[in-house]
């Protein structure tokens, strides 16, 4: 089994940077009230008032009020394939296993359309506009993974981040993906 982060890994960018855009070419009014509510959180944080999640949770809230969203995010999904790396088309397995600090409504129909089967993700209540349990990041991907494949015996893990360290510690070998170059990661 290999395990792969997915923006900037296996795709080429960050896929909730690309919907944003995409969103505020198609609704910039609900995109900007949505960005000063995150804003008002990141300011929170600066106090500790606040969190990641919380700020991500809000500036994503937009996505409620889109009208016929699978078709939306379908549309979206369409538009940026083309950014998928082909690296990862070339090597790419049956049981591969994408884990994501994305949001899942972006990353789920993402890899299902690249065939990939097993995603692990940000959790986010699209028809309520917030995040669910905690964001998917670092130690999190390994807790997540552990739930799902409490046994499974990791080949190789690719991601673009060093935050995915606790990721790596789960494979024989790790590695670091920079644009279209793979470099071995020694842990």
Known sequence: MNIYDFDNTILKGDSSVKFIKYSFIRHPLLVIKSLLKSLKEYFKSLFKKSNLG?????LFSFVKDIKDFDNYIN???????????NFYLEQQSDNDVVISASFDFIII???KSLGIKNIIATKYDVKKGHIIGNNCKGEEKVKRFHELYPKALVKNAYSDSLSDIPMFNLAKNAYLVKDDEIILYHH
């Open 75 to 85: 549309n979206f999904i369409l538009k940026n394939q083309k950014y998928v790396k």
């Open 54 to 58: 919380l700020i991500k949770s809000e």
């Open 109 to 111: 129909p993402f890899c």
